[in-house]
């Protein structure tokens, strides 16, 4: 129970502190508002960071915070594939529960920002050019990277970091994945990361915020899920797992 209390509460404090950037510098009157995209991607990767360091001191050492991670790592052995898909149902419900407090914590911010679309975008990803093949294909490149270079990050030849070292890795990891290949797709590279707050915008009573582009939602859920898959692959492949 304390393992799926750190997974559900890490992935909460991701997404509170990543949509939170997503607002601030979207949302129309926020103090960082047109502030950029550097600055939105040092706010994943640094709520990236602290998920983790939540997750493991409510009792999740392994902090996945990401139904792709938790896939490679049951494709690995970690996990039985029922408890890998109660953690993922977990991870989701954590970042529900993440959005809904960016709703609250901006609350009149929604009224005057006219842009449904930038409502939408607080919440979850929106591609820059819409072409469901590459905007799959980016998601699905983007996780992998991502895993790959978490199992090299924390290879036995990197040796063993002290404890608690390995989150700030992992952060700026996210931060480097959003500054060099968040572009076309604003970087899912987590189906929890996406789905949790869609469902979120969809209940919310945000004012005009318009639609919860259900057609799309498809790509930020099973490309990570292929990107991890592929990397588990490629992972035993050449000998980081």
């Not at 997404?15 to 991607?41: D, H, M, P, Q, R």
């Not at 992992?170 to 949790?196: E, H, K, Q, S």
Request: net charge neutral.
């Amino acid at each position: 129970m304390t393992n799926l209390l750190g997974e559900f509460l890490g992935t909460a404090v991701l997404l509170i502190f990543g949509c939170g950037v997503v607002a601030n510098v979207c949302l129309k009157g926020s103090k960082g508002e047109n502030s950029g995209w550097i600055v939105i991607t040092a706010g994943w990767g640094f709520g990236c960071m602290l998920g983790v360091f939540t997750a493991v001191a409510l009792g999740a050492p392994q902090a996945d915070i990401n139904p792709a991670v938790t896939l490679a790592k049951t494709l690995n052995g970690v996990y039985t594939w029922s408890q890998a898909l109660v953690t993922m149902a977990v991870q989701v419900a954590g970042g529900f529960v993440g959005a809904v407090i960016v709703y609250l914590a901006y609350l009149p911010h929604w009224e005057i920002t006219d842009s449904p679309t930038t409502k939408l975008g607080v919440f979850s990803t929106i591609p820059a050019i819409r072409n469901y093949g590459q905007n799959f294909l980016c998601e699905l490149i983007g996780t992998f990277v991502l895993i790959m270079m978490i199992f090299a990050i924390f290879s036995a030849n990197n040796g063993h970091f002290p404890a608690g070292y390995g989150p700030y890795l992992v952060g700026i990891l996210v931060w480097t994945m959003g500054l060099g290949l968040g572009g076309p797709t604003g970087y899912a590279i987590n189906p929890a990361r996406d789905l949790g707050p869609r469902i979120a915008h969809a209940i919310l009573p945000i004012s005009g915020k318009g639609g919860s582009d259900w057609s799309y939602s498809w790509v930020p859920i099973l490309g990570p899920l292929a990107g991890g898959g592929l990397a588990y692959i490629c992972g035993k492949l050449v000998g980081l797992i």
